[in-house]
């Protein structure tokens, strides 16, 4: 069932991706050039390869005992976010002129992914409860 379920998560996953890529896209011919990151097209493999390895951590540990998943959850949630953290400010010191397009575009799609990343350990583990 895991693998079932990454492997169906994946391909959601990619067309999720695909769709925020074609809205960004679409985005660029509406409003003025500055407001994008020229760092934006890496953004989404970023974000869709982190997604990808949280998740696969996440429902490798869902096999232990509740309280090891919780440590779990937390401790990849904190990574996550020292990585993100770490990429933004690597990113904005050495490219002062585009930080706030880079921040804007970075912040809009954390929030995307990880609204897409919760929804989906939801729908597992509830699957898994009803086991």
């Known amino acids: 069932m895991d693998k079932t379920y990454l492997n169906k998560f994946i391909i959601n996953l990619l067309i999720f991706s695909i769709i925020l890529g074609a809205i960004a896209y679409a985005l660029t011919f509406l409003l003025p050039e500055n407001y994008f990151s020229p760092a934006l097209p890496f953004l989404f493999p970023f974000f869709f390869a982190i997604t990808i390895l949280v998740l696969n951590f996440l429902i490798k540990s869902t096999t232990k005992k509740f309280n090891s998943f919780i440590n779990r959850f937390m401790m990849a949630t904190f990574l996550k ?22 921040i804007l575009s970075f ?14 350990m939801l729908k597992f583990t509830k699957t898994e409860s009803k086991k």
Do not use: G, Q, S
């Not at 976010?81 to 930080?99: E, H």
């Not at 912040?107 to 989906?120: G, K, P, Q």
């Open 107 to 120: 912040f809009i799609l954390y929030v995307a992914y990880t609204f897409f990343e919760v929804i989906a």
């Open 81 to 102: 976010l020292m990585v993100y953290m770490t990429v933004l400010i690597i990113y904005v010191f050495t490219n002062k002129p585009d930080a706030i397009p880079f």
